[in-house]
């Protein structure tokens, strides 16, 4: 009878590391994969956020200054002034802070608005709410208000600021009355990922809210008509040689009606790649310059050239 013959120890062994080198094959691919994916999806997670958030910034530029070119509102809670503004930084991000025009609700009023009014009638009130702000304007001025409360046609208002500073003869009835927003945009950060954070109410009773995620930078440039030609000029060579004010470092303000807004938001992933390769940095943006410090995170940059419509600088 003639024995069988299995594997010798030695066959036992090749045929093992074999086996264990296909199936790290097969471990590395899928591995590689797996990273991929979450590469892509970090990608596609800034390129979302950077969106969302050009877009926005862009619909309430759009609207900015409702019912007044001239730019001249004053808010009567806080007693700041002006419906664009712009805090520039050649280091940091940008911060913005804009009154504009919030779902295109626009009335007339019915009564007088003047120092220590604290109501007002309006011809309507059914697209208006508590909470809401308005901006009453006579066309060359205005002032934004909060509503604390509506009865049928008629306005609670908040307490007014001091100095309130309104017009000599203050608002008569038959005054524009639009319902608006004042809202600052700015970065700060969550849970340590840099954030673009919105401030409903510009320093009043709201709290900040964090609005997009993994937004690092937000640059802004004020295009002004200087020569009245009706063009925005660039030249971006050095400081004030254009009728862009904050694409380069040193710009004095420039004065003439703002004609545009050019909106840059850089946007990186909020997890760094796998690796140990760190071969990105945030990009120069305006008159902030590169960081020169390298890192792993992916970025997407987004800039945008808004017309100001309502301003007198807009054809």
């Keep these: 009878m003639t024995a069988q013959r299995g594997f010798t120890l030695i066959e036992l062994m090749v045929a093992t590391v074999l086996f264990s080198l296909a199936v790290g094959g097969v471990l590395s691919v899928g591995v590689s994969f797996s990273n991929g994916l979450r590469e892509q999806r970090g990608t596609v997670g800034a390129e979302a956020a950077a969106r969302i958030t050009l877009v926005a910034i862009a619909d309430a530029l759009r609207q900015v200054s409702p019912g007044v ?19 520039n930084s050649a ?16 009335t007339s009023s019915r ?24 901006v009453i304007s006579n066309g060359s001025q205005g002032h934004l208000v909060k509503i604390t409360a509506v009865n049928g046609a008629t306005l609670t208002l908040a307490a007014q600021c001091s100095p309130i500073n309104l ?10 009355v639009i319902r608006a927003q004042h809202a600052v945009f700015s970065i700060g950060a969550t849970d340590g990922v840099p954030t673009m954070m919105m401030d409903p109410d510009a320093g009043g009773a709201a709290a900040v ?3 997009a995620e993994g937004i690092e930078d937000l640059q802004v440039a004020i295009g002004v008509d200087v020569n009245g030609d009706g063009a925005i000029t660039e030249v971006g060579a050095a400081a004030g040689d254009d009728e862009w004010q904050g694409n380069m470092a040193g710009d004095a303000a420039l004065s003439g009606p703002i004609r545009a807004v050019r909106i840059t938001v850089i946007a990186r992933s909020t997890k760094p790649l796998a690796g140990p390769v760190a071969g990105f940095n945030r990009p120069a943006a305006e008159d902030r310059p590169a960081d020169t410090a390298l890192d792993k995170f992916r970025r997407r940059v987004l800039r945008q050239v808004v017309e100001t419509r309502n301003l007198s600088g807009s054809p």
Excluded: M
Excluded at 167 to 176: C, F, T, V
């Design 69 to 87: 070119p001239s730019g001249n509102i004053r808010d009567a809670g806080t007693c700041t002034t002006g419906a664009l503004t712009v805090t």
């Design 91 to 106: 280091t940091g991000p940008d911060q913005l802070d804009v009154i504009y025009g919030a779902g295109g609700v626009v």
């Design 111 to 134: 009564t007088a608005y003047g120092a220590g009014t604290t109501s007002l009638t309006v011809a309507d009130a059914s697209q208006l709410a508590a909470g809401d702000a308005i």
């Design 167 to 176: 017009p000599s003869a203050g608002y008569p009835a038959g005054s524009l």
């Design 209 to 211: 809210e964090p609005f």
